[in-house]
């Protein structure tokens, strides 16, 4: 499964995004598929996951803000950002895997940047 992340861009503080994950291969499907974040200076963090099924879970820290979502049609995962905040100013990546809830990620795209202004 090879993975493409897209939608990235600049936004000020409480506007909206929604990102695009695009996967080759036919068994997308079958795979749970997460968003992670990395600002400059920290280590990756969870955002958000999605099974194969639409079960979700989230990183407290967007909880209420982002939704996961997938359409299998179009092997494309999605994660829509609302509200956002400085603190969301990071380089969003998705990754696929299997297992739930903890997704052992065997897949990862290339990041998008994802800039929060004021």
């Known amino acids: 499964v090879q993975l493409q992340a897209s939608g990235g861009g600049l936004v000020q503080s409480g506007g909206s995004l929604r990102l695009s994950c695009a996967a080759s291969?036919?068994?997308?499907?079958?795979?749970?598929m997460g968003w992670f974040r990395q600002a400059p200076g920290k280590e990756r963090e969870f955002v958000a996951a999605?099974?194969?099924?639409?079960?979700?879970t989230y990183a407290n820290s967007v909880k209420g803000r982002f939704t996961i979502s997938r359409d299998n049609a179009k092997n494309t995962v999605y994660l829509q950002m609302n509200s956002l905040k400085l603190e969301d100013t990071a380089v969003y990546s998705c990754?696929?895997?299997?297992?739930?809830?903890?997704?052992?990620?065997?897949?990862w795209g290339q990041g998008t940047q994802v800039t929060v202004s004021s």
């Open positions: 990754a696929g895997g299997r297992s739930w809830p903890a997704v052992n990620y065997s897949y």
């Open positions: 291969g036919r068994t997308f499907s079958r795979y749970n």
């Open positions: 999605i099974r194969w099924s639409g079960e979700s």
